[in-house]
C-alpha cells in the first residue's frame, strides 16, 4: 500500500535485503537481547518455570536464534507439555537438523518442533493451508479447502493457533505468521491440492456473490448467475465481508486465472469485485483484475461476459482519468454488447460510454447514449436502469445550461427509485446533481441543503469515497456564502479520501485548498 499523504511514513519489514528500495533508510534487526528473550519465554510458558532452569532456559533461546517468532513457537509447545522439563526441551531442538542458511535454520528448528506435537488431521491441514493464495483464511474457507466441516476446521485452526503455527486476525480468521507458510510448504505434499484450491476458489465465488446481491440487490445486471439458496448476509455484513476479504478475493481471482477456471474469474469481477469498487476505490487492484475479466472472457467465448467486463474496465479507466484508453475500451464493450444481442447489455454498455465523455464534460456528446440506455431500460421495465439514465441525462442538461430540463429529469430520477428500495447509492448522487442545478441558478442556500443531505445519505452507508463530489461542491457554495472556514474543512476532508485512493482529483481539490488560504 502506497500512502498518499505527505507526511505518512511506510515501514516495510522482511527477511530479505531491502537495500533496492529507493529513498528508504535500511534498518538491521538483531534477534532479541537475552533478557527479553527470557521474558518472552515467561510470558507463555510461566516465570517460575522458566526461572527454575534458568540455563536450559538460555540454551532455548539460543537454539532459538533469539529470534520472536521461534521462541514464541517453542514456548508454546512447551505450554502445552507440562510434564516436559525445559531441558529436554533443550535437548530436542539440539537434535534438530537445520537447513543451510542459520537465520532458517532456527525458524526451521522451531517450527519442526511445533509440528511434531500436532494431530494427525492438524497437520495436513497445516499444509494444505499453503496453497492458500491469500494472506488470510476465515474457518469458512478453510472448511471448503479441507472439505471439512465449519466446526472440524475451527477445532484444527485453535490447535495450529494454540502450537503458534497461526495467529488470529482482526476478523476472527486465522493468518500465518512470519516465515511460517513457506515451512507449511516444504512439509510432505498431500494428495488432492489441487483440488482444495478449486474448492476454495468456488467458496470465494459463491460467498463472494451473495456479499454483492446483499449489498447491490437482485436487479441490476450481471453476466453471472447468483446462488439460489438464502443468502447468509444482510446488507451491512455483506458489506463487512467485501471490506474484510478484498485481498483474499483478489487472491482468488489471479488462482482461478492461473488455474484455467475463467468463468469463476469473471464471477469474482463481476460479483464482489463491481460491488466493492462501488462503496470503497482500490484502483490498481480492481484495474487488473477486470482486465484479466477481460481476458478470461474471451477465452471463453462469451460476448456478454467480455462485454460486462470490458464496460467495468472503462469505468476504473475514466476514474483513473485515463480518458482515451476508456474511450477505446468502451467503444470496444458496446460493439461487443450489440454483437451479442443481450439488450440489457447493450444499454448498460451505452452508459458506460456515455460516461466517459460527461467525465469530460462533453455534454452534448454523452447525451445520445443515455437516451439509448434510458429507452432500453423502460422496454425491458428496468426502473433501477431508468432512474440511472434519467440523472446522467439531468447532469448533462445542467452542463448545457438548461436548468430546468435538468431538475425534470432528476425529479423523475428521484420518482424512479421509489419503486428500488434496496438502492442507497443513487439518492444521493441525484441529490447532489440537484444541488450542482441550484447552484448554478445561484440558489445557494437550496443547494447546500441538497449537498448536506447527499452528505448524511452517504455517511450513512459508510462508502467514503461518494462524499468526496458533495464535500466539494458544498464547499464552493460555503465560499460564496463568506463561510471560508467550513469550505476549507470541507475541501481537506475531500482530499484526505481523494489521497486514500489515489484519485486523481486529489490534486486538484489540494489546488483549490491552496487558493482559499
Known sequence: MRLAAPESLVF???????????????????????DYALEALRAVCGRARVDSEPEAAERIARRCGWLPIALRVVARRLRRRTEWSLQEAADELADLDGLAEPLERVVR?????????????????????????????????????????????????????????????????????????????????????RAALLRLIAWY????????????????????????????????????????????????????????????????????????????????????????????????????????????????????????????????????????????????????????????????????????????????????????QEYFIGWCHDGLGEYDRAQRHLDAALELLRAVPYEDRIPARVRVALGRVHQHRGEHEQAVAAFRAAIEGVRERGASFDLVDPLTLLAEAQVVRGETAAARENLATAAEIAEQQQSPRAGGIRRRLDELG
Open 205 to 388: 465465488r459463491r460467498q463472494g456473490a451473495f456479499a454483492d446481491c446483499a449489498v447491490t440487490g437482485l436487479e441490476r445486471l450481471r453476466v453471472t448467475d447468483v446462488p439460489a439458496e438464502e443468502n447468509p448476509f444482510g446488507k451491512d455484513e455483506g458489506k463487512k465481508w467485501l471490506v474484510r476479504e478484498r485481498v483474499n478475493v483478489l487472491a482468488a481471482l489471479h488462482s482461478a486465472a492461473a488455474e484455467g477456471r475463467h468463468a469463476a474469474v469473471v464471477a469474482l469481477c463481476d460479483g464482489p469485485l463491481w460491488a466493492l469498487h462501488n462503496q470503497h476505490k482500490h484502483y490498481r487492484d480492481t484495474l487488473a483484475a477486470f482486465r484479466a475479466g477481460v481476458q478470461s472472457a474471451e477465452v471463453l467465448g462469451e460476448p456478454v461476459a467480455e462485454a460486462r467486463m470490458r464496460a467495468l474496465t472503462t469505468r476504473v479507466l475514466m476514474e483513473l482519468g485515463e480518458f482515451d484508453a476508456a474511450h477505446a475500451e468502451g467503444e470496444r464493450a458496446l460493439e461487443v454488447a450489440e454483437l451479442s444481442g443481450h439488450r440489457r447489455m447493450v444499454a448498460s454498455a451505452a452508459e458506460f460510454r456515455g460516461r466517459v465523455h460527461l467525465e469530460q464534460a462533453s455534454f452534448s456528446d454523452a447525451l445520445p447514449y443515455f437516451e439509448r440506455a434510458r429507452a432500453i431500460n423502460a422496454e425491458l421495465g428496468k426502473s433501477r436502469g431508468q432512474a440511472l
Open 109 to 193: 528448528n522451531a517450527l519442526d518442533f511445533a509440528v511434531a506435537d500436532l494431530s494427525g488431521g492438524a497437520a495436513e491441514l497445516y499444509r494444505l493451508l499453503s496453497v492458500v493464495p491469500g494472506p488470510s483464511f476465515p474457518a469458512g474457507a478453510v472448511a471448503a479447502l479441507a472439505a471439512l466441516s465449519e466446526r472440524e476446521s475451527e477445532r484444527e485452526l485453535k490447535e495450529l493457533h494454540q502450537a503458534g503455527l497461526v495467529e488470529k486476525d482482526d476478523f476472527g480468521g486465522y493468518r500465518f505468521v512470519g516465515f511460517v507458510r513457506e515451512h507449511a510448504g516444504v512439509q510432505p505434499e498431500i494428495p488432492g491440492e
Open 12 to 34: 516495510v519489514a522482511s527477511r530479505h535485503d531491502l537495500g533496492d528500495l529507493l529513498d528508504a533508510e535500511v534498518v538491521a534487526l538483531r534477534g532479541l537481547d537475552h
